[in-house]
């Protein structure tokens, strides 16, 4: 079982980025799939989670800016990141777990992919 992330990369601020997490081994249609995010230094935190059924849940800092999707055909999330603030830059983690309704700890979550690095600066 492995989710891979990818899609991180070097902006501005103000910018845009879309991360990718696909998922393989095993059909995640019925789990709830979620991204974390862990700046340097910091704890692992919850940015947003998608529920099988295309339900969504944003942390605070991030509503209005960012945007969770899955194509469950494809067995793929995304992470649409808008108006990029310098604050957002963390390595990106995608996750899974069979739970329901939308977990924010991430001892919640049972598959975790490797992580994608956001940076955002001038």
């Known amino acids: 079982v492995q989710l891979q992330a990818s899609g991180g990369g070097l902006v501005q601020p103000g910018g845009s980025l879309t991360l990718s997490c696909a998922a393989s081994?095993?059909?995640?249609?019925?789990?709830?799939m979620a991204w974390f995010r862990q700046a340097p230094g910091n704890e692992r935190r919850f940015v947003a989670a998608?529920?099988?059924?295309?339900?969504?849940h944003y942390a605070d800092s991030v509503k209005g800016r960012f945007s969770i999707s899955r194509d469950n055909a494809k067995n793929t999330l995304n992470l649409h990141v808008n108006s990029l603030k310098p604050e957002d830059t963390a390595v990106y983690y995608c996750?899974?777990?069979?739970?329901?309704?939308?977990?924010?700890?991430?001892?919640?979550?049972?598959?975790w992919g490797q992580g994608t690095l956001v940076t955002v600066s001038s």
């Open positions: 998608i529920a099988w059924n295309g339900q969504t």
């Open positions: 081994g095993r059909t995640f249609n019925t789990y709830t």
């Open positions: 996750a899974a777990t069979p739970l329901g309704g939308f977990a924010t700890e991430s001892h919640a979550y049972t598959y």
